[in-house]
């Protein structure tokens, strides 16, 4: 299978629990580097639920309705991916697969490619993430999300053996090994949700994830904070960073925004993307 263009930096946000905050964490990336003068594309493989595409369809109204311009409202080049209703199962797969190529092959003019995954599994999902250059994997802090990564010991708490969806990315890394597509994935964990104490849960998460982290090579940071905010500009397709902008459905400057775009920044630099020194400035 034909891979994405290699100028392209393919982000894909994923993992297989609904709630762990994929779409949030998504769009936020996608207007941070926009902002920062990137080229940013987007695909939704959430089929059914299509939380970013509703989000960015709420930010085309909300610019629309308010008279901005593409240099005040920033939109990503987003294009549709379908799902195929074949009857014959291999058939639909190798369908998906060839529409999955195709519209990669659409996004070679940007600078990054930022794909939202469903909270299940699916084909489109798992082809995805062979093509990505970052996996970006939200975790709630809790042993319920932590259940998606590995199989605990109830008694010892000793880590017994990977879950589904870390046999997922290693099969994805197998897979993009021996088609020769030239790099390897990096895989960061994001822990979100953190408590502000030293709960004695988030110290065990934290242990947990760092013997797993090893085995499985994937690498941690903290994310995003439990906020409001979040869910209030979804329904404008706002992010944070547009807050203090022509046409921003509320001002910037509480504490609690500062906090929360210190986090984003934080998550920014961990990925360590392959951005100019000009881009990482400005964002």
């Not at 392209?8 to 762990?20: D, R």
């Not at 500009?233 to 500062?258: E, I």
Request: neutral net charge; glycine residues 8%.
């Amino acid at each position: 299978m034909t891979s994405h263009d290699p100028g392209t930096h393919v982000i894909v946000v994923g993992n297989e629990k609904g709630g762990s905050g994929k779409t949030t964490v998504a769009m936020h990336l996608v207007v941070m580097l926009m902002r920062a003068g990137c080229k940013v594309g987007c695909i939704d493989l959430d089929l059914r639920q299509k939380s970013l595409w509703r989000y960015l369809e709420n930010r085309a109204k909300w610019g629309v309705a308010h008279d901005l311009s593409t240099e005040e409202l920033p939109m990503p080049k987003f294009l549709p991916v379908m799902g195929s209703q074949h009857d014959s199962r291999m058939t639909a797969r190798n369908l998906e697969g060839d529409e999955l190529t195709r519209t990669l092959l659409e996004f070679t003019d940007c600078d990054f490619l930022v794909i939202d995954t469903p909270g299940a599994d699916t084909h489109l999902s798992r082809l995805a993430h062979t093509h990505a250059d970052t996996i970006l994997t939200p975790l709630n802090d809790s042993f319920v999300d932590f259940d998606m990564l590995a199989q605990i010991d109830p008694e010892s708490g000793t880590i017994l053996a990977p879950s589904l969806y870390a046999e997922l990315v290693w099969s994805a890394r197998q897979h993009r090994a021996q088609a020769g597509i030239q790099g390897s994935i990096d895989w960061v964990v994001m822990r979100n949700r953190l408590s502000s104490t030293r709960a004695l849960n988030k110290i065990a998460v934290g242990e947990r994830l760092g013997e797993l982290a090893e085995r499985l090579q994937f690498r941690t940071v903290k994310g995003f904070g439990e906020r409001v905010i979040y869910r209030e500009l979804f329904t404008h397709g706002m992010t944070l960073f547009d807050l203090g902008k022509r046409g921003a459905p509320r001002k910037f400057g509480s504490m609690s925004h500062l906090a929360a775009k210190s986090e984003i920044r934080t998550v920014l630099a961990a990925l360590n993307l392959p951005m100019n020194v000009a881009q990482q400035e400005a964002a």
